[in-house]
């Protein structure tokens, strides 16, 4: 069956490494803080001025002054930092963030993302998402793999104005992994239960099926 939310996100946690300086995007993204593996360090960074994001409060842990880029309530680790939008944004054009995971409302095969906008459809700003892709080490999607509609989200060529241009290295939906390659989206894994057949009719872009696709 495909992922859930907590699904591709626990997915995505895989892609850690010890070390990393990430930084995480709103929705789904913001959902790998909880999925750390035990013993690995990791330093979660947030454009609003902290390093060091702990995994999501429960009720009785909620500090309403502290929360993430997105207005969320967080959690702080032992020696987080906190620190100006400035600093935090030198930080991600000084090209010290080893990870970005965003959520994207549509991704071309060649690696182009579309996250920020929808013309017609009231927006704050695009917020740190054009800084990130632009130096971030590795960009990875996390978001589901069509739109309420039942539209591919993986499209030939991005329709909606345009985060980035061939950034995105990595997408994990609720269907599949996949890789952007020259030659288009690579199927690295797929969901269980999900077929290869399904996951081609959701895919609008190029799409390289080789071998045997193994299971998240």
């Not at 070390?19 to 690995?40: E, K, S």
Request: aromatic fraction near 4%; hydrophobic fraction near 45%.
């Amino acid at each position: 069956m495909p992922l859930d939310k907590n699904g591709i996100a626990k997915r995505i946690a895989k892609e850690l490494r010890d070390g990393f300086y990430v930084n995480l995007g709103i929705g789904i993204p913001t959902l790998v803080a909880n999925f750390i593996p035990d013993g690995m360090q990791i330093l979660l960074q947030s454009e609003n001025g902290l390093l060091g994001i702990g995994p999501f409060p429960g009720k009785a842990d909620i500090d309403p002054d502290l929360i993430n880029a997105g207005k969320q309530t967080i959690t702080s680790i032992q020696g987080a930092a906190f620190f100006d939008s400035s600093a935090s944004f030198a930080m991600i054009r000084g090209g010290h963030i080893d990870l970005t995971v965003l959520g994207a409302f549509e991704v071309s095969e060649t690696g182009d993302i579309a996250s920020w906008k929808i013309p017609g459809k009231l927006v704050k700003g695009m917020g740190g998402a054009m800084d990130l892709v632009a130096s971030a080490k590795n960009i990875i999607v996390a978001m589901m793999h069509t739109n309420p509609q039942g539209e591919s989200k993986l499209l030939k060529k991005c329709t909606l104005p345009l985060t980035g241009v061939g950034v995105v290295k990595r997408i994990v939906t609720d269907l599949a992994v996949l890789d952007v390659t020259p030659r288009g989206f690579k199927l690295i894994e797929r969901a269980a239960d999900v077929t290869v057949e399904q996951i081609i009719r959701a895919t609008e872009g190029k799409l390289i099926v080789e071998g045997e696709i193994p299971v998240i």
